[in-house]
């Protein structure tokens, strides 16, 4: 009875890729072309106010400016 029941190795799945196909998870393809953001895809369609065609208006005010260092090196995370 047990026999009846077996799955053939080759037809089991471990629970990672189950998950995958039930949620229609997609990994991204490694083509060299850089990722966009979502909020990058939506400035490309409805422009950076919501008006498609549009420059985006928001510039360094000079306070701003003056006070962002020229210098300044981020460092190294590790």
Do not use: C, W
Not at 35 to 48: H, L, N, T, V
Request: charged share 30%.
């Amino acid at each position: 009875m047990a026999n009846e029941r077996s799955v053939p190795r080759s037809e089991l799945k471990s629970s990672r890729q189950i998950y995958e196909e039930s949620m229609g998870v997609h990994r991204q393809v490694d083509d060299g072309l850089p990722r966009q953001s979502e909020d990058d895809m939506q400035r490309a369609q409805f422009g950076p106010r919501g008006v498609p065609g549009q420059p985006d208006p928001a510039v360094m005010v000079p306070q701003r400016k003056k006070k962002t260092p020229t210098d300044f090196d981020p460092g190294h995370t590790a």
